[in-house]
Each structure stands twice: as structure tokens, then as C-alpha cells.
């Protein structure tokens, strides 16, 4: 058979372009592989939040906390990790030290995010340890007052150390997740490809570069460092009975590191000590030890009166105890709840929700409560807003989804109680009963 | 000079680079010696004494499940009492229904000591135990021994021995009582057997807590400043003989608010973390909810201590810590600060140090103690002495129940810093050791320096390698957790690493030519040639087989060692094929197999309906002949799998062989044959063995294809042909595609030129051909089939998994990579990785294994221990290919060093150190690596030999031998049941919806049902009653146990467990039976 003259010429360019591919492949393998996984890992999941949406590269501020609705910010470490990988290539991808030097950034860029996590930003380690700690709450309010989903929650990290600098860092690190790895991977192979382009003296520029992660990450853990010794002092200071000497240490403690500064348990120790020093009577740091007691003791009422008198002081203090008196009428609100006073807990959480919009773990008590008390439409938008704000956990928006099939199954919506329980059963497969009864009926 | 020139120029700077590696690499490791011997010391821990108690179990012959009751009076109650005890694979613990103990180690007989005077009370008190085993064949096996010492000093000693009661099931008396109920006839039980285990030296697990703390009498005071001050600082100074003494304390203050501090480190604050509360808020009126039970425990616990209201006094608890870390030598000062709002700050302690020789000096909290934060220093005060309020048992606090062994977490920068500081310390003195005795040889021995670095860096090899044997039985549940870490094994350690240099001396004595002299001289002497060519005579005329020896002797030996290699794996699958049950999957593909002969094809009957098999297609094919030859029964059915099993360790050995060489491919086939997980696979029907056969030959052929210029066709079209068998025994395999394309690019590349192989396109067409059908035919036949649940069948292909919620990136690293007999083949992997990389077959296993880890973890929504099992021998021929070309870098070194004996013996003795640390690790033979996994001791099902999986055949023939007419039977296996009972059930439970159930429009009245034997479905707890109302009697087999409770309705189990009786109870396996209509007696009766 013959070959027209057309194919084989086509063959022979393609032929030419696989040699051509196979050379580039060969010479830019690794900065290749690693600039792809730069860029891709930016829009990957980089940290894990518990209860509220997941937060990727590009949302990832290093100027602020971006909260519970994070948006793609131009100084996230995603953006600014492309930026300068782009420039790089696009600039110096001839000139091997300042393609290396760059490398050398993605990878401080890369460092710093544990540390920004734990020490820089501790809003947002409280606010992950936070949801850690109500995510059970939530699981055991849905087992006694829900029907039963009975598939597997997601796994989250268990059990963390938040006394210790050292413990929140490792604390901030179980909660990033593989964008976060592949970043740091993306970053190393640039560096190892224009480390080995290198004529001469590898070893020495390497660990010359290697000084800008390093650097950065010493430059960061000093503070806290600070701040854990004068804790650690106050302690002990504490423990000998010490009491002046303690609050002295713990007030440097929190200059220090914004997360003492955050602590109510912090503060609260500080009042029983001034307390039992017989100083500062009426000191802010006292109410919040009452407050702390009479939560202790359910009595939430009044914490929240204490909390209260604590925020009239102004600065950290003032912040912790409003966002403390939040929790406590979050808390305040399932404990009317199980006592059968829907109407006053679904009031109580109202007004948490419009005091700290953040605490979203009160919506899904919320969205029972509406449904408990007749108002369905209300249940519905709460549940909406619920679903825009935890959309990346499956089993917690599968519960959502069957909340709202029931509201819609009372208003005698059918069509729209199916459409729910199929999304509720689509989000969770797996031995989700609540939404298949919804379906199939018991 | 001129040989010393010569000898220069042999040296590489490689060599120098491979002297440093071994240097810092032992310096390593006995820096983390030092760390954990001197810096750090890991927890201690305990082996506790049983005295005269025996080791006792059911009385029946067949008892996997053991339980053990022992009833106590006490006339008053306790102020200690204290029980320890043993179980074979699990126990759990209960004290008149209370429970303190339910611990589970697999393979080991674990033990635990607990207080329990808390949960005793006067009157009748039963200790009840019960041992669940998974162990196979022995019975459920217990040892215990307790002491309680009552309020006037009368002191009981219960042992178990033949006294006890005990029993393989718990329904052995009628009434609803729960077996650890006191209100149980204590009578009705038989009476417990002695052990055969007690005629052996049983290995007893250790313990975190030292006996000591719960056995020695309670001393001590409650003591509080003179002016009973809400607030107190106590303290005290006690002396230690050494630095890190053990010493342990116990503390417990009137407000629970307790601050303590040893030597200026504060204790007490390292106990508190996030973690999530369990528990909703509740109003301050409200009292305090009970806990739920648990489905179907309808005995709550008896006897709780009534929580005390309106007193401002807390409950106080005995917390012991083991302050050891911190005591150094000579006076030690603790300091323990209580604060209270209502009450008096009042403190109880008491402690104990435990000198070199074993003696234990004893302290406690009285009126020797001082107040304030200094002790022994001139105070001003009134009293500088707290007054004594009474002893340990006075109220309102009473006998304090004691807590064990809080956790101390001693992370911090300060740590970590630390411990790099003497590791990196301990590095620079090895080093610096080695460049010191180096420079003196070389000058002493007139030789250049690098010879001398060489040789002396090869005489740390043999130490690191023995670091690390001693390293292994830290791993061993019969071994104590820091058992290497001792100052005898780490200065012992140093001291070898010292004296091996003597070796030095006899370098010019022990020459290649004087071993090869002497060796000579010892055949001569044994008349080596005279026997050998009489062996060789006797081979040839008596086995007839002149022929075998016209091939090298040295060619044929590789080929003997692995046939006989084969028979050694053959071997241990063979042993006890059919001794087990099968299990659901076995089953499942027995059951298909049975159509083969019938209409050509796998299939099911469903419906009035043929329902071909839409899975593991190509398995059930070698089940169908086995069975037609053979008949069915377990071993025929295992048969082929374990031929399979065995014929993939030739292809193991002979691919590895191609891929690097003889000796890697004979260690590598050794390694499988004697690891557990594939003797467990080699020994199951399921698609395992023959999937993992396919998958390999697959690879083997596919690098036997490519490794020419062109590719190899027959070999292509092999691989083709073994990928499609491959993904028709399960199909997940289809990632091979993928990892072979990639395995292509690393061992070609930078090279275009096979895109032109037009075979490659016919073989990747055919591949996709049967991948497209596979997938055709398991569409249409799930599409007539109106299905309602949970299954693996949801996931029909790869997806973005990586994005999904449930997504788990250290899977597979878990239980691959970093599982119990995988550790040192993947670290020997990655250690490999830079020095072995270059070489073509490492590259290409490398590359496979990365790939398939990264498809599985990131493109697979479903994860499964086993679903890695095809491409798991990867991680043992790239470790032990890793460990032997490290062996002949070693050896290379020795040669570069001088080639001379010494260097040469402690090459060896490196390289096969590794060899066996690597052997040894990988199997139960002498060591139990239990403890080496990632994820601690928690094994996978088939990860270690002799153990169960799912008793359904006991289950099944006890309902048979039992069943009357007009009984309902509820099979939990449907298919499983019916092949060991030889009658079907009657109905499925499925309550949750959690297996996939069809609907079948045949039945009277149409409504789902079990896809494999066609019985109706049972969906909720009014239909479960109703069948058995109308019945009268209800069989309820609950096998596997544990998952039927986790995937039924709470209401139903607890249904179950309320009108239920447990007959029968086995490996995973329970059979209730539940009457009708039975008056529901609150006390127990006689039969």
C-alpha cells in the first residue's frame, strides 16, 4: 500500500515535535513538575477547618485573618507564590541564581504558613481549635435531637497542645493539608533544578538560600518564644504562691504572643489570683474569672452579665470576653433547648449569631429550632446560608440538606423535599438514613 | 612510596563521601541512644506479678470467647483494693458492671492493673471478664490476681484458678440480666478450667504504671495551714541517689485545683489540651444526665457513686505522675500550690523513689512539710509547718480513687532543642573519634589518610547495624518500649565502637591472600575435592541426572535455591488451608463459580433471573475447576490461590533477578515467601492472590518488552495479555496503565523513538477494548435492578478524590508503606533513593510504586488495606534491591580502603547485617514487630499469621443443630450461611440500608431483597417484630459481629439485645435467639 506523500510528511513533523518534546522534557523536567505543582496547589485545600469552608492558597492572606468567608486575596500565599514564580520564569529563567533565589522565596512562603497559622494570625488557629472543639457538640446535639445520619464524620485532628509555643505550631501544621504539601514540594524541585544548573559552588548556594526560610522562620518564632518563657515563669510563679510576680509574667506573656492575649483562660487566672492577692477588686480580669466560675457552673445568665462588664475595658480583653459571651449564649441556648424552651433558645441564638456572625456552629442549632417551632421558611434561608459556609464537608452539609427536605416535607413542598433528600444523599452516600427515609419513608 | 601512590589514586571522593555517610549515620543513631538512655528516657514500664494465680479458661472445647465471673463479699468497704490481670489477644474488665479496663493487642497476652475501690461496695461484688480472642486455634485464656484490703485491715486475695466461673457464651442462664449482673446465679455457670498455658513461660505484655503505686499500703495525711487559707503553697524536699531516679507521686487536693512543681518544672499544667466535649450544656437546675447505654446493654452500671449536692467539697482523686524526669541527684524540692474559693486548701500526697538496687523510700504529705514555695529554709511565719487533718479515708473525701499515669507532655522549643543538642553532640564525638584514630593509623601505619578514614568509617557499620537489631525488640510486645535504651547497651555500644578499632592492628595479618591461603588449607585438610566428586558420582549415577551437571553448577544453584524457596511458601500456605471458615467474599466468588459449568459464565440467580458476575471476572474460573476435580470444600476452593500465592514467588524471584540480579531476586522471593500478609492472602479464595500474580507478571513482562531497542513484541503482547487477566480479576488494576506509561518514560528516558512501535498501539487497543467491555457489561447488568443502599459497586471508576472530604493522603502510607513488616523495606527505600536511582530496574519499580501510591490515595474514593495488596511486593524488591546495592557500595569501599580483611569482615557483616535485620523485621519467626506500624499496634485482618477472621461455619451449623421447625432464621451472610447450614434463612436484616439490596417484583407482596440468596429484606424494628411474634422463635446470627452492630438501627439492636439470648458465640460471630412472647424475668433462673 502506498503512503500519500502528505502523511508522511505529517508523520515526519510529528516525528520532529516528539524529539523536540522528548529534549524539553528531559531539560526542564523538574522545573516543570515543580512549577506545575506551584500553581496548581494554589487553588488546592491548604487548611482544614473543622465546621466552616476549607481555605485554599489564593484565599490564604498573609495580612489578615480572612475569616469565615475568605476571598482570593492578591497578598495570599498562593497569588504571591505564582507571581513570583512567573516573574522568575518569564525574567530569569536564564539566570540560574535569581531563578534559585526565587525558589528560595516559594519556599519561605511556604515556611512562614504554620508559623502565620499558630503565632501571626492566632484568630485563626482559636477559631480552628474552636470549631475542633464544637464539632462534637454539634455531632451530639444531631444524634439526640436529629434523625440519624449514620454515616462517618470527617476525621479531623483529635487532640492539640495550645499551652506551649511549640504545641500550637504543631497544632497549625495538623491542619494544613495537601495543597500546602505540594506548594512546599513544587518549590523544593525548582530549587533542586536551578541549584543543579549551577556551574559551580551548589552545596554553598544551597545552604545560602536555604538561610531565607530559616531566617524567616527564626524571625517569627522569637516572639513566641518570648511569650512562653515569661508563661512558663508565671506559672511557676503561680505555683509557689507568687501571685504578683505571676500576673506580672503573664501580662508579658501576652504582649508577647497575640494568642495569650486571646486566652479567657488566661485572663480568668489572672482574676482568681488577683482575687486571692486581694487587689484590683473590680478589675476587668475578675469579672471574667466570675464568669468563667459561673459557666462552670451553667449558670449562664449571669457569665454573660460578667462577661459583659469585662468588654466595657476595650482592647484584647474586651474582645475575648465578647466573643466568650457569644459562646456562652450559644451554649446557653441548647441548654433551653434540651430543657424544652425552644422559643427562648431559638431568641438566644438568634442574637449570638447577630453578636458574632463567626460562631456558625449555632446556625445548624439554629435551623432545628425554626424547624422545631413552626417557622420553616426561616429554617430554609438559615439553612441556605448554612450550606454556603460549610460546603466543603460533606457529612455536616448532607444533615443540612435533610434539615431542609423536612422543612420543605412540612410546608408540603414535595418536589422540593425530594430535590433536598437527593442532594443530602449525592453530598453523603454512605449509610445516610436520614435522607433515604426521607425518600423511601420508614 | 610508590604503592602508596598507587593507592591514592584507586581513592575516589565518592569513597570519602561513602566513609562520611557511615560515620554519621552511626553517630546518629547512638546520639538518639544517648538521647533516649541519658536526655530523654522513654516512659518505663512495668511486667506485673500474678503470685500464685493460674491461668484459667471456659470449659468447653471450643471457647474463642471467654467469660469469667467471680463473686466477692465484703463486709465493709475498702480503703485499697487493687486488681491486675491478663488476657489472650483482649480483655475487658468489670467491676459490679462497672468497667475499668477493655484493652485489645492481637497476638499478645495483654495485661493492665487497675484501683477498684471505687467501684466495690459492701455486700455481694462480682469481678466479671471477659476475653475475646482472635488467635487462632487456643481458647479464650485469663490470669488475675487482686487484693483488697477492707476498713478494719482484713485483706482478701483473689486469684483465678479453678474456682472461677466461666463460660464460652453469655445467654447460658434464662433472664434478661446481663451476665456481669451480681443478681446472676453464680451457680448455674460451670466452673473454669486450668490453662495448659500455665506448664510455659507465658510473655506477658508490660504496663505504663508502676504496680507499686496501687499495691504498697496508703500512707500519709491530709494536711492544710494552720489558718485553714483558701489558698496554700506546701512543699517538701526528698533526696535521690541518681540523676532521673524513678520516682512517682501521688496528689490530691480539697478543691481539685492543684498546681505542682518538681525542681522548678511545673508538673501539672502538661495534663490539659483541647479536645471536644462529649457532653451538651444543660441548665444549672437540671440535673445531670446518665449516660446512655450502649445498644443493647440493658444492664446499666450498678452502684455508682452518688454525686454529692450542696457540698462545696469536689471529689478528689489520687493522681499519680512519674515525676522521674526532673529528680536529680541529691535534694529535690516539690512544691504544690492548692487554691480554693470555699473551702480550706488541704493537700494529700504521697510518693515513692526507687534506688539502683530496688529499694523504695517512701514520702508523704505532714506535718514535716512546710509551707511556702522553699522548703528546709528559715521562716518567719507563725508555723512555718502545715497541721495534719487525717489520714488517707477521712471525710468527706473518703478512700481516693486513684487515676494512673496521666500523660506528661515535655514537647516545647526547649526540648527540641535539646535533643538535637546531644544527638548532634554525640555525632561530633563519633566524628571526631574517627578523624583522631584515622590520622594516628595513617601516620602509624605510614598510609594515606584516606585508606585509614576508609577502613576505620567501615568498622561503624557493623555498630550501626547492631544499634539497630537492638532497636527491634522495642517494636516487640514482649519487650518493654525502652528495653535497648539501657547505659550497658548504650556506653556498651560506645565501648565497641572504641575497642573495634584494635582491629586496626591486624590489618597487614588478615589479607585477601592469607583468608584465601588458609581457606585453601582447611579443604585441603577436609578432603573438600574427594567428597565433592563423590557427591557429584552419587548425584550421577544414583539420581541418574549426568545431564543436570553439563550446565555450571554455579547457574544451576540460583534456579535449586528458588524451587526450593517455592516449596518453603508452598509449604507454609499449604499449612492449614482449609482449617478456617470461609469468609463473605470467598463466598461470594464460590458462589458464582458454581455457573461456570453450568452456562459457560460466572453468575448469581436473582429474581427468577441470570445475574452474570460484574466483578473479579476472571476469578472465579480456577475456583470452578479446583471444584470440579477436587469437589467444594475450604480447601479446594483455596487451592488455587494458594498455587497462585506460590507461583508468584518464583515470578518475584525471577523478575527481580532481571531487574538487578541473583541474590535480589533470591532474598526478594525469600522475603514473600515468609511474610504473613501473603501467607494470609495465599490462604484465602478471594481475588488477592491472582490478581497480584497477573499484576506482577504484567510489570515484569512490560520492562522485559521495553528493556530493548525495539520493544520486545511477545513480551508486549504478554503484558497485554496478564494486564487484561489482571484488571478482570478486580479492577481496580487499571491504574497499571498509567504506571506502566510512566515506567516507560523513566526507564526510556529522554527518548521518543517507541511512540513509533505500531504493537504498542495494537496492545494499548486491545487493553481498552476489554476495559470498555468490562465496564459495558457491568452497566447493563446493574441497569434492570431497581437498588436502594450502600456499596463499594457505587464507584465506578476513578474520581477527583483528592478534593472529596474523605480524603486521605497517609492511607496507603499507613498501611503499605509504614505498616508492621513493611518499615525497613520502605526506609531502606528511600534511603536507596539517591545512590540507587541511577540504576534502570530501581528506577522502574521506584517509579511503579510512586504511581500506584499516588492513583490510589488521590483518584480512588474508596480506601481498603487491600486494595494496595497487588503492587505490594514492589515495596520489597525495591528494599531489598536498596539494601543490597548499599551492600555492595560497602563492599566497594572495603576494596577502595586497601582491600583488606578487616575492612572486607565489616562489610560483610554489614551489608548481611541489613539482610537479616531485613528478614527478621518482615516476619513473626523471632521477632513480633507489632508495635513498628505508623499507626501502633493495630493490625489489619490478615497482617499477622494464626488468626481468625469470621467464624460463619460454627455459626451456621449451630443454628442447624439447633433450629426447630417453624423457627425464622435471619442469617447475617445470607449466601454464607446457607452453604455451611445446607438450608436457606428466611429473612435479611437490613436496617440501615448499608449493604445494596434489589427489588424483587417476584414475591407475593414485592419489596427488597438480599441480592444473593433472594430473601426479604427486614428493614425496620415493627417488621423484625412482627416475624418474630408470628414465629415464635428467631435465629439471629450476627456474623461479622462487629460490623452487624454498627450497621443496624440502634432500635432494632436494642430490640435484640433485650428479647435476645446468646447461644453461640465465636471468632466474630454471635448467634441470639429471641422468643416470642417471653415474660421478661428481672432475676435469673435455673434452666
Not at chain 1, 513533523?13 to 516528539?18: K, P, V
Not at chain 2, 531516679?245 to 490539659?272: C, F, K, P, R
Not at chain 2, 492548692?338 to 523504695?360: E, I, K, Q, Y
Request: with cysteine; aromatic share 12%; net charge positive.
Amino acid at each position: 500500500m502506498k503512503i500519500p506523500r502528505r502523511l508522511v510528511s505529517w508523520w515526519e513533523r510529528l516525528t520532529r515535535w516528539a524529539e523536540w518534546i522528548a529534549n524539553f522534557l528531559r531539560n526542564y523536567f523538574l522545573l516543570l513538575v515543580g512549577s506545575i505543582l506551584v500553581l496548581g496547589s494554589s487553588v488546592l485545600k491548604w487548611v482544614q477547618f473543622p465546621i466552616s469552608h476549607n481555605l485554599s492558597g489564593i484565599k490564604f492572606s498573609l495580612l489578615h485573618d480572612p475569616g469565615i468567608a475568605a476571598h482570593i486575596s492578591p497578598f495570599s500565599v498562593g497569588a504571591l507564590g505564582v507571581a513570583i514564580l512567573a516573574a522568575a520564569l518569564i525574567f530569569w529563567r536564564k539566570n540560574y541564581a535569581l531563578l534559585a533565589l526565587a525558589a528560595a522565596f516559594l519556599l519561605m512562603l511556604w515556611t512562614i504558613v504554620p508559623t502565620q497559622i499558630a503565632f501571626r494570625e492566632s484568630s485563626m488557629l482559636r477559631r480552628l481549635s474552636f470549631e475542633l472543639q464544637a464539632s462534637p457538640e454539634v455531632n451530639v446535639f444531631a444524634k439526640d435531637f436529629l434523625l440519624q445520619n449514620y454515616g462517618t464524620p470527617e476525621l479531623v485532628p483529635k487532640r492539640l497542645i495550645l499551652y506551649t509555643a511549640w504545641g500550637r505550631l504543631l497544632a497549625a501544621w495538623s491542619f494544613l493539608r495537601l495543597g500546602w504539601y505540594l506548594f512546599g514540594i513544587g518549590a523544593f524541585l525548582v530549587a533542586c533544578y536551578c541549584i543543579g544548573k549551577l556551574p559551580s559552588a551548589k552545596l554553598s548556594t544551597a545552604v545560602t538560600l536555604l538561610c531565607l526560610p530559616l531566617g524567616a522562620l527564626v524571625i517569627l518564632l522569637i516572639p513566641p518564644a518570648i511569650g512562653q518563657h515569661y508563661y512558663s515563669t508565671g506559672l511557676l510563679a503561680k505555683t509557689e504562691g507568687h501571685n504578683q510576680e505571676a500576673i506580672t509574667d503573664f501580662r508579658r506573656a501576652m504582649r508577647w504572643d497575640s494568642w495569650h492575649a486571646g486566652d479567657v483562660d488566661l485572663y480568668a487566672t489572672i482574676g482568681q489570683l488577683q482575687k486571692q492577692a486581694g487587689i484590683d477588686f473590680n478589675s476587668p480580669e475578675r469579672h471574667i474569672s466570675r464568669a468563667v466560675e459561673f459557666r462552670d457552673a451553667n449558670l449562664f445568665e449571669a457569665a454573660m452579665f460578667e462577661f459583659g462588664r469585662a468588654a466595657e475595658a476595650g482592647g484584647a480583653l474586651a474582645e475575648t470576653a465578647r466573643r466568650e459571651a457569644t459562646l456562652t449564649r450559644v451554649n446557653y441556648g441548647v441548654a433551653l433547648y434540651r430543657a424544652g424552651a425552644v422559643g427562648s433558645a431559638v431568641t438566644n441564638w438568634q442574637q449570638a449569631m447577630a453578636e458574632d456572625p463567626n460562631e456558625i456552629f449555632a446556625l445548624t442549632f439554629l435551623v432545628r429550632g425554626y424547624y422545631d417551632i413552626g417557622r420553616y421558611q426561616a429554617g430554609i434561608t438559615t439553612a441556605n446560608r448554612l450550606i454556603d459556609l460549610t460546603r466543603d464537608h460533606i457529612y455536616t452539609v448532607a444533615d443540612v440538606y435533610s434539615m431542609v427536605g423536612d422543612c420543605y416535607a412540612k410546608l408540603g413542598d414535595d418536589g422540593n423535599a425530594r430535590k433536598y433528600y437527593n442532594l443530602s444523599l449525592t453530598s453523603d452516600p454512605i449509610l445516610n438514613y436520614w435522607a433515604l427515609t426521607g425518600l423511601a419513608g420508614k | 612510596m610508590e604503592r602508596r601512590t598507587l593507592r591514592e589514586e584507586n581513592f575516589t571522593p565518592q569513597a570519602l563521601r561513602w566513609s562520611w555517610i557511615l560515620v554519621i549515620f552511626c553517630g546518629l543513631l547512638l546520639g538518639y541512644y544517648f538521647l533516649r538512655t541519658y536526655g530523654q528516657p522513654l516512659h518505663r514500664q512495668y511486667q506485673l506479678d500474678f503470685g500464685a494465680a493460674k491461668w484459667i479458661e471456659p470449659p468447653e472445647k471450643k471457647a474463642p470467647e471467654g467469660y469469667f465471673r467471680k463473686e466477692v463479699y465484703l463486709s465493709t468497704l475498702p480503703e485499697q483494693a487493687w486488681i491486675e490481670i491478663a488476657g489472650s489477644d483482649n480483655f475487658g474488665l468489670f467491676v459490679n458492671g462497672r468497667t475499668l479496663g477493655d484493652v485489645t493487642s492481637e497476638k499478645s497476652y495483654i495485661t493492665g492493673i487497675y484501683d477498684m475501690k471505687h467501684a466495690l461496695h459492701i455486700g455481694t461484688n462480682v469481678i466479671a471478664v471477659s476475653v475475646s480472642r482472635t488467635s487462632y486455634p487456643a481458647p479464650a485464656q485469663m490470669l488475675l490476681r487482686a487484693k483488697i484490703t477492707e476498713s478494719g485491715g482484713a485483706v482478701k486475695t483473689i486469684l483465678s484458678d479453678e474456682t472461677w466461673r466461666a463460660a464460652n457464651r453469655t445467654g447460658i442462664v434464662i433472664g434478661t440480666e446481663d451476665w456481669k449482673s451480681r443478681y446472676v446465679e453464680d451457680e448455674l455457670w460451670p466452673k473454669a478450667r486450668l490453662s495448659p498455658l500455665n506448664n510455659e513461660r507465658v510473655p506477658l505484655r508490660w504496663v505504663d504504671t508502676n504496680p507499686r503505686l496501687l499495691q504498697l499500703p496508703p500512707i500519709g495525711h491530709w494536711i492544710m495551714s494552720e489558718n485553714a487559707s483558701p489558698q496554700s503553697v506546701f512543699s517538701t524536699s526528698i533526696r535521690a541517689e541518681d540523676d532521673k531516679q524513678e520516682t512517682w507521686i501521688q496528689v490530691a487536693s480539697s478543691s481539685g485545683a492543684l498546681d505542682l512543681a518538681v525542681n522548678g518544672h511545673l508538673i501539672t499544667v502538661a495534663s490539659t489540651a483541647v479536645s471536644g466535649s462529649k457532653t451538651l450544656p444543660h441548665l444549672a437546675a437540671q440535673a445531670t444526665p446518665t449516660p446512655t447505654a450502649k445498644p443493647g446493654e440493658a444492664a446499666a452500671a450498678e452502684s455508682q457513686p452518688p454525686p454529692q449536692k450542696g457540698s462545696p467539697f469536689t471529689l478528689a482523686t489520687l493522681s499519680a505522675y512519674d515525676i522521674s524526669y526532673w529528680i536529680k541527684r541529691g535534694s529535690n524540692s516539690i512544691v504544690a500550690a492548692v487554691r480554693s474559693d470555699s473551702v480550706p486548701a488541704a493537700l494529700f500526697a504521697n510518693g515513692f523513689t526507687v534506688g539502683t538496687d530496688g529499694n523504695v523510700q517512701r514520702f508523704s504529705s505532714s506535718t514535716a512539710w512546710w509551707m511556702g514555695a522553699e522548703p528546709e529554709v528559715e521562716h518567719t511565719g507563725p508555723n512555718p509547718h502545715p497541721i495534719e487533718i487525717g489520714k488517707d479515708g477521712m471525710a468527706p473525701w473518703g478512700y481516693l480513687p486513684q487515676e494512673l499515669a496521666r500523660p506528661l507532655d515535655r514537647s516545647g522549643l526547649a526540648s527540641f532543642f535539646k535533643s538535637w543538642t546531644i544527638v548532634l553532640l554525640t555525632l561530633g564525638l563519633v566524628v571526631a573519634i574517627w578523624l583522631i584514630v584515622s590520622a594516628f593509623v595513617a601516620g602509624w601505619r605510614n598510609e594515606p589518610l584516606a585508606n585509614a578514614m576508609s577502613r576505620d568509617a567501615l568498622l561503624h557499620g557493623p555498630v550501626a547495624v547492631g544499634l539497630l537489631f537492638l532497636w527491634l525488640p522495642n517494636f516487640d510486645p514482649r519487650f518493654p518500649d525502652e528495653w535497648s535504651f539501657h547505659p550497658v547497651i548504650t556506653v556498651g555500644a560506645l565501648a565497641v565502637l572504641l575497642l573495634v578499632r584494635l582491629a586496626h592492628l591486624f590489618v597487614d595479618s588478615w589479607t585477601p591472600a592469607a583468608t584465601r591461603s588458609t581457606v585453601h588449607r582447611t579443604k585441603e585438610k577436609a578432603n573438600w575435592e574427594l567428597h565433592k566428586n563423590r557427591a557429584r558420582e552419587v548425584v550421577s549415577t544414583r539420581l541418574r541426572l549426568p545431564q543436570l551437571f553439563e550446565i555450571p553448577f554455579a547457574r544451576l544453584l540460583p534456579y535449586l535455591i528458588l524451587i526450593v524457596i517455592l516449596f518453603l511458601g508452598f509449604s507454609l500456605r499449604y499449612h492449614n488451608l482449609g482449617d478456617m471458615s470461609f469468609d463473605h467474599d470467598e463466598m461470594g466468588l464460590v458462589s458464582k463459580s458454581n455457573g461456570v459449568f453450568k452456562l459457560g459464565f460466572p453468575y448469581t440467580m436473582f429474581a427468577g433471573q441470570v445475574r452474570w458476575i460484574t466483578t473479579y471476572e476472571a476469578v472465579p474460573y480456577p475456583l470452578a475447576v479446583s471444584g470440579k476435580i477436587f469437589g467444594y470444600s475450604e480447601w479446594s476452593m483455596r487451592l488455587p490461590s494458594c498455587l497462585m500465592a506460590t507461583m508468584c514467588i518464583g515470578v518475584i524471584g525471577l523478575m527481580t533477578r532481571r531487574l538487578f540480579d541473583w541474590r535480589t531476586g533470591l532474598f526478594a522471593a525469600f522475603v514473600y515467601a515468609c511474610l504473613p500478609l501473603n501467607i494470609r492472602w495465599g490462604q484465602n479464595a478471594f481475588y488477592l492472590s491472582q490478581c497480584q500474580l497477573m499484576a506482577m507478571l504484567t510489570l515484569w513482562f512490560f520492562y522485559e518488552a521495553i528493556r530493548l531497542r525495539p520493544f520486545h513484541r511477545k513480551f508486549l503482547t504478554a503484558a497485554a495479555v496478564a494486564f487484561c487477566l489482571s484488571y478482570l480479576s478486580w479492577e481496580g488494576t487499571g491504574f497499571i496503565l498509567p504506571a506502566l506509561f510512566l515506567g516507560l518514560f523513566a526507564v526510556r528516558w529522554g527518548e521518543w523513538w517507541w511512540l513509533k512501535q505500531f504493537h504498542l498501539y495494537r496492545c494499548l487497543f486491545f487493553m481498552g477494548a476489554v476495559v470498555v467491555a468490562q465496564y459495558c457489561s457491568r452497566m447493563i447488568a446493574g441497569e434492570p435492578y431497581l437498588q436502594v443502599g450502600s456499596g463499594l459497586s457505587n464507584l465506578t471508576g476513578p474520581s477527583l478524590f483528592l478534593l472529596a472530604p474523605g480524603y486521605q493522603p497517609m492511607f496507603y502510607v499507613d498501611k503499605l508503606l509504614l505498616s508492621e513488616n513493611h518499615v525497613f523495606f520502605t526506609l531502606m527505600i528511600l534511603v536507596g533513593l539517591p545512590f540507587c536511582w541511577k540504576h534502570l530496574g530501581f528506577r522502574y519499580v521506584i517509579v511503579l510504586l510512586a504511581t500506584f501510591f499516588v492513583l490510589h490515595t488521590n483518584f480512588l474514593a474508596a480506601l481498603s488495606p487491600r486494595y494496595c495488596y497487588y503492587f505490594q511486593p514492589l515495596v520489597i524488591i525495591g528494599g531489598v534491591a536498596a539494601t543490597i546495592m548499599l551492600y555492595d557500595r560497602v563492599l566497594a569501599l572495603a576494596r577502595q580502603a586497601g582491600d583488606s580483611g578487616i575492612g572486607r569482615v565489616a562489610a560483610h557483616a554489614t551489608g548481611l547485617g541489613l539482610l537479616i535485620l531485613l528478614f527478621v523485621q518482615s516476619n513473626e519467626s523471632v521477632m513480633k514487630e507489632y508495635l513498628l506500624s505508623a499507626t501502633g499496634d493495630t493490625p489489619e485482618m490478615m497482617t499477622r499469621m494464626g488468626t481468625y477472621r469470621y467464624d460463619y461455619r460454627g455459626a451456621a451449623r449451630f443454628v442447624m443443630d439447633h433450629a426447630r421447625s417453624g423457627d425464622v432464621i435471619l442469617p447475617g451472610i445470607p449466601h454464607v450461611f446457607d452453604y455451611y447450614a445446607g438450608m436457606n434463612g428466611n429473612y435479611f436484616l437490613d436496617t440501615l440500608f448499608s449493604s445494596k439490596v434489589p427489588y424483587d417484583q417476584t414475591f407475593d407482596e414485592p419489596r427488597f431483597a438480599d441480592k444473593f440468596s433472594g430473601l426479604p429484606v427486614i428493614r425496620n424494628v415493627t417488621e423484625l417484630r412482627n416475624v418474630v411474634t408470628r414465629s415464635g422463635r428467631a435465629w439471629v446470627v450476627f456474623a461479622p459481629y462487629a460490623s452487624f452492630e454498627k450497621l443496624s438501627s440502634p432500635a432494632v439492636l436494642d430490640y435484640i439485645h433485650q428479647n435476645g439470648k446468646t447461644e453461640f458465640e465465636s471468632y466474630r460471630a454471635k448467634v441470639m435467639l429471641i422468643q416470642a412472647a417471653q415474660s421478661a424475668p428481672t432475676v435469673a433462673q435455673s434452666p
